[in-house]
């Protein structure tokens, strides 16, 4: 019946690829093949010392960080990370997280990460929302890859995520002593892949990742959807 009525409503309203709107063929899901195939991926995964941890370098203390895509104005993964942020449609970005887990497995880059963490949202937030976006990459990459999730450890405690207009140095401001623990054992002696939707100024990551480090021996790896950098 289920199956049924799916066939009928993809009758009237055919899913499209969420880049060049194309209807999406048998088998094809959120992206077709072809616009999968030009998404501008990084592989940093694969580079150490690779721009993005030229980025953070000197700012926090980390193993490895990588983004699976380049976000460019205009481009594909900005389609992508609008749907994914707007558009209601957490199923996205769990096929985004098993695409990103795919690509990552079985390289140097999630050895001996003990534990995905997302970067959380203020509970308000998450309620307009519905989800947390990263939550949804997380179980994405965890379906591929077997690493579990905590998403209940780091918690965001105030809520500044109105700050499009503020300049880079007060949304830096803004986000110190954002985040806590709620146990500041969880994180202890772990090795934490800290997971984030978008980077760009590499704040939030940043206040994130200094929260975590108070966790005795943990130590931080970065993962994001798409980089801005
Ligand atoms: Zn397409």
């Given at each position: 019946m289920r199956k049924l009525l799916h066939n009928f409503l993809n009758l009237f309203f055919p899913p499209l690829c969420i880049v060049c709107h194309s209807r999406l063929a048998e088998?094809?899901?959120?992206?077709?093949t072809e616009c999968l195939l030009l998404l501008p991926k990084?592989?940093?995964?694969?580079?150490?010392?690779?721009r993005i941890e030229q980025f953070f370098a000197g700012r926090i203390p980390f193993g490895r960080v990588s983004a699976y895509a380049y976000f460019v104005k205009g481009g594909s993964m900005q389609s992508v990370v609008h749907e994914l942020k707007y558009r209601y449609n957490p199923q996205l970005g769990r096929y985004l997280g098993r695409l990103c887990g795919e690509n990552i497995?079985?390289?140097?880059?999630?050895?001996?990460?003990d534990l995905l963490v997302p970067v959380p949202l203020h509970p308000k937030r998450e309620r307009q929302r519905g989800y947390n976006q990263s939550m949804e990459i997380c179980k994405g990459i965890s379906a591929v890859t077997g690493i579990p999730i905590d998403?209940?450890?780091?918690?965001?405690?105030?809520?500044?995520?109105?700050?499009?207009?503020?300049s880079r140095f007060d949304r830096w401001k803004n986000v110190e002593d954002i985040f806590s623990l709620?146990?500041?054992?969880?994180?202890?002696?772990k090795h934490i892949l800290l997971v984030d939707d978008v980077i760009t100024t590499g704040s939030t990551i940043e206040s994130c990742a200094k929260e975590i480090l108070k966790s005795a021996d943990s130590r931080i790896s970065i993962y994001a959807l798409a980089t801005a950098n």
């Open positions: 088998g094809e899901e959120h992206i077709c990084t592989n940093f995964h694969l580079q150490e010392d690779n497995k079985g390289s140097d880059f999630v050895r001996g990460i998403d209940t450890t780091l918690r965001r405690v105030v809520n500044n995520q109105s700050q499009t207009k503020n709620a146990d500041a054992e969880a994180f202890a002696g």
